[in-house]
């Protein structure tokens, strides 16, 4: 069975520093991989995708399938980017997810 | 454009009680998904459907049932409620179309005491 791991639940920063949320999967076939993010009050949303290879709102994550990670970084941490942060995997046609138990992140002012 | 609407957003409910939660839509989408989370766990999926008139359970179906007699609207019903079932319930929708993406709604917070 696939699994998504999300290691920290809770990741403060301050505004400016490099912020990693950390992603690991177990899945044995090709997986396609997403970061979803939820702010406060507000709905889950997609923040970005492996097989677009984009950045959004800064953030960038890579898929390693060696490490079976796909971490997401961002440099300069933004007070807007304080959220939860959702890693998930999907690994079937009927696309559905699988997903991390998430990490809460605070950017300090 | 509504996308997609859960309702109630807030619910309490004794054990043993019965109710439905309701998810509409309005873009069309074919595929539908009820997932729940649970404080401090991710989204674990509860049933899913591919279009009007089929369903297919998901990782944690026990104590729920749905139905899809539209494309619209994807009812999730917990027919015997007990503790076990409080949590955070989200519907979500998805088209191939849009390149994979899955749509939320905003969530239903039921709690059973």
């Known amino acids: 069975a696939q699994r998504v791991t999300q290691p920290e639940k809770l990741l403060s920063v301050f505004k400016g520093a490099p912020v990693e949320l950390k992603c690991n999967y177990s899945?044995?076939?090709?997986?396609?991989l997403f970061w979803y993010v939820q702010y406060s009050r507000q709905r889950l949303q997609l923040l970005l995708r492996h097989i677009s290879r984009e950045s959004i709102k800064g953030f960038t994550a890579d898929l390693n399938k060696g490490e079976t990670s796909f971490h997401l970084k961002k440099p300069f941490a933004q007070e807007e980017d304080s959220a939860m942060y959702y890693c998930a995997l999907s690994r079937d046609g009927n696309n559905r997810l699988a997903f991390g138990k998430g990490n809460q992140v605070v950017v300090i002012p | 454009n509504a996308g997609v609407t859960q309702t109630p957003k807030f619910r309490i409910l004794k054990i043993g009680q019965s109710m439905t939660l309701q998810c509409a839509q309005d873009m069309n989408h074919n595929y539908m998904y009820w997932y729940r989370q649970d404080p401090g766990m991710g989204l674990k999926l509860i049933y899913y459907s591919v279009g009007a008139g089929i369903t297919d359970k998901g990782e944690v179906p026990n104590g729920y049932n749905v139905s899809r007699s539209t494309t619209e609207d994807f009812p999730l019903r917990l027919e015997l409620a007990a503790p076990s079932q409080t949590s955070v319930y989200f519907c979500a929708t998805l088209q191939f179309s849009s390149g994979n993406t899955i749509y939320f709604g905003e969530g239903s917070w039921l709690t059973v005491v």
């Open positions: 899945y044995s076939g090709s997986p396609e």
